[in-house]
Nanobody, 122 residues
Framework: VQLQASGGGLVQTGDSLRLSCTVS????????LGWVRRALGKEREFVAA???????SYADSVKGRFTVSRDNAKNTMYLQMDNLTPEDTAVYYC?????????????????WGQGTQVTVSS
């Protein structure tokens, strides 16, 4: 299974970004997917997760600002990030687990993408 994240960049406070994650896996719709971020000098932090049927979970720090979604026909997951703040600056990783359950913790994932940098300036 391979994951490819994209869509990061440098934005200003209050701006929006949409990250994408393409997953090469058969039976994509049966996999739970998630976004995890790591800020410089900090531990990995769960951001959002989505199951194959669309159940979602969010970290409190992003609830109401970020939206995770997936298009099973395109083997792709998205993270719409609105009202970004400098505290959202991090490398964002997409991850996959072969389960139908939500995984709202980083250690719950088996496969990882390479990460995409998101930088929010004040």
């Amino acid at each position: 299974v391979q994951l490819q994240a994209s869509g990061g960049g440098l934005v200003q406070t209050g701006d929006s970004l949409r990250l994408s994650c393409t997953v090469s896996a058969r039976t994509f719709s049966s996999w739970s997917l998630g976004w995890v971020r790591r800020a410089l000098g900090k531990e990995r932090e769960f951001v959002a997760a989505i199951t194959g049927i669309g159940w979602t979970s969010y970290a409190d720090s992003v609830k109401g600002r970020f939206t995770v979604s997936r298009d099973n026909a395109k083997n792709t997951m998205y993270l719409q990030m609105d009202n970004l703040t400098p505290e959202d600056t991090a490398v964002y990783y997409c991850a996959a687990a072969q389960t139908n359950r939500l995984r709202n913790y980083p250690s719950g994932y088996h496969y990882w993408g390479q990460g995409t940098q998101v930088t929010v300036s004040s």
